[in-house]
């Protein structure tokens, strides 16, 4: 079992900043990719970013404003710039266990955390 925790949401003005970490516990922490995705109200959940196992690949699907990385000490982080309404969503940590790259589809996910909600007024 793994679980993933979400924090660093909030609310900010429209080109302002924030960075979301997700801390993970239980089995070994290197074993998985992890990932980022979000849900907006009344839209279904979609891929924002992934690391690979190692932190050695990366793939974001807007990779001038979200940067996905990852420390040694069991922690994935989301930095977002130059946030956009658009943005507002809960964002969700996920980790993939024995997946090579960087998985981008929701099947390929075997834990999530709960979300942390993310506002972007303008």
């Known amino acids: 079992q793994v679980q993933l925790v979400e924090s660093g949401g909030g609310l900010v003005q429209a080109g302002g900043s924030l960075r979301l970490s997700c801390a993970a516990s239980g089995r070994t922490f290197s074993s998985y990719a992890m990932g980022w995705f979000r849900q907006a109200p009344g839209k279904e959940r979609e891929f924002v970013a992934a690391v690979s196992w190692n932190g050695g690949r990366t793939y974001s699907t807007d990779s001038g404003r979200f940067t996905i990385s990852r420390d040694n000490a069991n922690t994935v982080y989301l930095q977002m710039h130059s946030l956009k309404p658009e943005d507002t969503a809960v964002y969700y940590c996920?980790?993939?266990?024995?997946?090579?790259?960087?998985?981008?589809?929701?099947?390929?996910?075997?834990?999530w955390g709960q979300g942390t909600q993310v506002t972007v007024s303008s």
């Open positions: 996920a980790a993939a266990l024995n997946r090579i790259g960087v998985p981008k589809g929701l099947n390929e996910y075997d834990y």
